[in-house]
């Protein structure tokens, strides 16, 4: 085991270099400048202007020196700054990345509670009305644009019924998120019905995978009640996918979601990196990612972990 | 959240109905014989070689209704995006303020727009775009990601190491990021938006196909072919490729309804293709801006073809994957 996690780790540090290559190069390939970006379109008349910009911040020199300077920096904990919002991209970061771990983190675990009993159920009673009715729910809300789910949240919940805003939380830091908690309520159904959709598929797979394992048929043949086989045996073992999907579901508690953010106007993680690409704000577009791909090798290392522990007969 | 972060091999239920119809297949098999001798010998029938694995996969994609349903809305769609303008004709271009925003009647079966666009002759040139594009881009990632995946499994080592952690890097990037970031810096055209999609979108098919290549290099006609002196790139192409099939096909069909879904994302957030064409997902979001006029045609038509085909589309992906499963347990 702390083999498998000493090898796991090294190749954890490879695949984040080949990110931030891959990320470096793949923003300086594309057309787009910064200092036109910051200094708006009248700066192609003063290109002395845009000489000094780019010998500020180093664009004047080869791309893999500017590479190597980057990743110095981050090793040391320097993100960068970004002159698009004059601030750094650490403290950038440290505004949005709170705002989306309210926001998907409440709507995963609403959807883990939810979903975890849903798929029991719908194992338990396959093919009858519940698991069907339940299996199209999951399905529609699978297939339907994310967008389109809440534009139709905020029709029903907000313009017709209006109980709850149709936009989220605005303003700096959590205190406005938690102050204006009413305002978060339609993004986090909006998120939440998604993974629900998502995860109860797999907690309907995975129980009735279990169903038929010999171990039900043991406890069963020693008297062991159709409740008790249900809760002591296969809805522990049927948990085990639902952790990989929880370690796997980390980056996008990092990465916010962007398109419930953009509907709601929530200044999260997602709709950061969408209104700076648009701004060829290089240093933030590095540092999110990076950041993501980071939480990606993480999540999926511990879910390989959790794998271990909670199947014992898994040996890495 | 995509179908891409699910694991190919996530256990799925409808496997063990498709195991138990193959079990009654078998009983018919066993009683088949006679019945076939019977006919042979009556001449009624010519005698009949074994079924194929493919018959008997078919055949259990065939019993899934759900899937024969997807099947036949996929055509559906097809015939009424691609065929339909041959029959219907209707304003898809002109900006006619006369006719704007009308409600769906005579002249008009599903209304018009806002530019005083016939929506049902929209929802056939925008259906064009969304399923070429889908197709397409789910066409050129499981090429790229079959060669990709066949290669590192096959040859395996310092190259299957090195080939992987690329994969392993590029899946740790979000993938509307990667949109985002090279969209909104070229102009979408059709063809752009195929490739951006599809380069984007060959990891995961490529660590499938390596899993696969993996186990099949190791078996005794890929050994025997390496004896009798066969090279590597014929085994890929031979041997490797030809025998993940199954898995590639079902990866194949979650990729179209992904690349749709993508696109419908991009055109959401402005990125996607440039008006005047336009694919369901920007003639949804350009009708989500009247949600409050109630203009319902705006945004009914375009959002129930998004459902309806993405919802087609994993119905058959979800009966391909049974039909290949028996297949396996088969070989």
């Known amino acids: 085991m702390a083999l498998f996690i000493v090898r796991r780790v090294l190749q954890a540090i490879v695949v984040l270099l080949l990110v931030t290559m891959f990320t470096f190069a793949l923003l300086r390939a594309i057309p787009g400048n910064p200092a036109i970006a910051i200094m708006g379109p009248g700066a192609y008349r003063n290109p002395a202007a845009i000489k000094v910009f780019d010998q500020t911040y180093g664009f004047d020199k080869p791309w893999y020196s500017q590479y190597l300077l980057w990743l110095s920096n981050l090793v040391r904990g320097n993100l960068g700054y970004s002159w698009n919002l004059n601030q750094s991209v650490i403290s950038l970061i440290g505004q949005r990345l709170p705002k989306s771990l309210v926001l998907v983190g409440i709507s995963t675990a609403l959807a883990l509670v939810i979903a975890i009993p849903l798929g029991v159920v719908q194992a338990v009673r396959r093919n009858k009305f519940v698991d069907h009715f339940f299996n199209g729910f999951s399905t529609i809300f699978y297939a339907m644009p994310s967008f389109l789910l809440g534009l139709l949240l905020i029709l029903v919940f907000a313009i017709k019924i209006p109980i709850f805003p149709a936009e989220a939380p605005q303003g700096e830091g959590l205190a406005p998120v938690f102050q204006n908690f009413n305002a978060l309520v339609l993004p986090i159904i909006s998120l939440a019905l998604i993974t629900i959709a998502l995860f109860s598929r797999y907690m309907r797979s995975s129980v009735m995978d279990n169903l038929t394992e010999d171990y039900v048929r043991t406890a069963k043949a020693k008297g062991a009640s159709e409740r008790r086989v249900l809760i002591r045996h296969v809805l522990r073992n049927s948990m085990i996918p639902i952790a990989t999907l929880l370690g796997l579901s980390l980056p996008f508690i990092i990465s916010g979601a962007l398109i419930t953010e953009q509907v709601f106007n929530y200044p999260g993680m997602g709709l950061l990196f969408y209104q700076q690409a648009q701004k060829s704000d290089y240093p933030v577009l590095l540092g999110i990612t990076v950041l993501v791909a980071l939480a990606t090798v993480v999540g999926s290392l511990l879910a390989d972990i959790a794998y271990a522990v909670l199947d014992p007969r898994v040996r890495y | ?331």
Not at chain 2, 166 to 187: C, E, K, N, R, Y
Not at chain 2, 287 to 308: H, M, T
């Open chain 2, 1 to 331: 959240m995509t179908y891409q972060g699910i694991p190919p091999e996530s256990p799925d239920p409808s496997i063990r109905d498709s195991a138990f119809v193959s079990e009654i297949s078998d009983v018919a098999t066993v009683a088949e014989p006679r019945e076939a001798e019977a006919a042979v010998a009556a001449g009624m029938l010519p005698a009949t070689k074994p079924r194929s694995a493919f018959r008997r996969g078919l055949e259990v994609f065939l019993e899934n209704r759900l899937a024969v349903v997807g099947v036949g809305v996929i055509v559906a769609m097809l015939v009424f995006c691609f065929v339909g303008p041959l029959f219907y004709h209707g304003n898809t271009t002109v900006v006619d303020f006369a006719h704007q925003t009308l409600p769906p009647g005579a002249g008009h079966p599903l209304g018009t727009d806002a530019n005083g666009n016939d929506v049902l002759a929209r929802l056939m040139t925008s259906g064009q775009i969304s399923l070429e594009v889908g197709i397409a881009a789910a066409i050129l990632a499981t090429v790229v990601g079959v060669i990709w995946g066949s290669v590192a499994g096959y040859f395996g080592g310092a190259l299957d190491a090195v080939m992987m952690r690329i994969v392993d890097a590029g899946l740790s990037i979000p993938v509307l990021f990667l949109l985002l970031v090279v969209v909104s810096l070229v102009t979408p055209t059709e063809g752009i938006l195929i490739a951006v999609i599809g380069l984007v979108s060959w990891l995961t098919t490529a660590r499938l196909v390596r899993g696969e290549a993996l186990s099949l290099r190791v078996r005794e006609y890929v050994q025997a072919m390496k004896v009798m002196g066969g090279g590597g790139s014929r085994a890929v192409s031979r041997h490797i490729a030809p025998n993940a099939i199954g898995t590639i096909m079902v990866n194949l069909t979650f990729q179209v309804a992904d690349a749709i879904a993508f696109i419908v994302a991009l055109s959401y957030l402005g990125l996607g293709i440039r008006p005047p064409q336009e694919d369901w997902g920007a003639m949804l979001s350009s009708g989500v801006q009247y949600v409050s006029d109630g203009y319902w045609w705006l945004i009914l038509p375009a959002g129930a073809c998004i459902v309806i085909v993405i919802t087609a589309i994993l119905w058959i992906g979800e009966g391909l994957r049974d039909a290949v499963e028996v297949r396996l347990q088969r070989r």
